[in-house]
T-cell receptor, first 112, second 110 residues
Framework: NAGVTQTPKFQVLKTGQSMTLQCAQD?????MSWYRQDPGMGLRLIHYSVGAGITDQGEVPNGYNVSRSTTEDFPLRLLSAAPSQTSVYFCASSPRRAYTQHFGDGTRLSIL | QQPVQSPQAVILREGEDAVINCSSSKALYSVHWYRQKHGEAPVFLMILLKGGEQKGHDKISASFNEKKQQSSLYLTASQLSYSGTYFC???????????FGDGTTLTVKP
């Protein structure tokens, strides 16, 4: 079972570059979320989606965009990378509202 | 509003017990607990949906006090494999999102 798949696993960017972190799930979950985790810290919600075509902001949305054109995919776009966005990014999906989160393995992003 | 976890860190010897608390300023629909090992993704432990509900998994159990908007995770007779960072996630009834506490780092020593 694939579950939640994130690509790439590692990425190094220069300040000002843009990129898209990919997230795909094969469990037909309606709910998907993006979190960032800074070293030694907790998980901060960036954006989330309650279904295809519906997205909303989380706690730390600035500098990030999302879209949800299909149930399976929920990409996260960094518009203009900044060193403060260096972090580990986790995508998660859930079958129900406010329910168990199934996490991907994460993308480790460094911005120089 | 993210939930608040306490304590921030715990150090135990094998066989000792620990309690990790999670509290919220908002009415809760769900509380779910995860353990994260260094460099890995969080792994789901259990979820509680009703006030007063208790769940158990081996020697790890949890309770949920809906009135107090609090949950506690109980680890009994701790093993070396219990080491890691424990997170509580919370959800409100009218929201499609879950937010997480800052975590509690548990270290179990031989």
């Amino acid at each position: 079972n694939a579950g939640v798949t994130q690509t790439p696993k590692f990425q190094v960017l220069k300040t000002g570059q843009s990129m898209t972190l990919q997230c795909a799930q094969d469990m037909n979950h309606e709910y998907m979320s993006w979190y960032r985790q800074d070293p030694g810290m907790g998980l901060r919600l960036i954006h989330y989606s309650v279904g295809a075509g519906i997205t909303d902001q989380g706690e730390v949305p600035n500098g990030y965009n999302v879209s949800r054109s299909t149930t399976e995919d929920f990409p996260l776009r960094l518009l203009s990378a900044a060193p403060s966005q260096t972090s580990v990014y986790f995508c998660a999906s859930s079958p129900r509202r406010a329910y168990t989160q199934h996490f991907g393995d994460g993308t480790r992003l460094s911005i120089l | 509003q993210q939930p608040v976890q306490s304590p921030q860190a715990v150090i135990l010897r094998e066989g000792e017990d620990a309690v990790i608390n999670c509290s919220s300023s908002k009415a809760l629909y769900s509380v779910h607990w995860y353990r994260q090992k260094h460099g890995e993704a969080p792994v789901f432990l259990m979820i509680l949906l009703k006030g007063g509900e208790q769940k158990g998994h081996d020697k790890i159990s949890a309770s949920f006090n809906e009135k107090k908007q609090q949950s506690s995770l109980y680890l009994t007779a701790s093993q070396l494999s219990y080491s890691g960072t424990y997170f509580c996630g919370t959800g409100q009834a009218n929201a499609g999102k879950s937010t997480f506490g800052d975590g509690t780092t548990l270290t179990v020593k031989p």
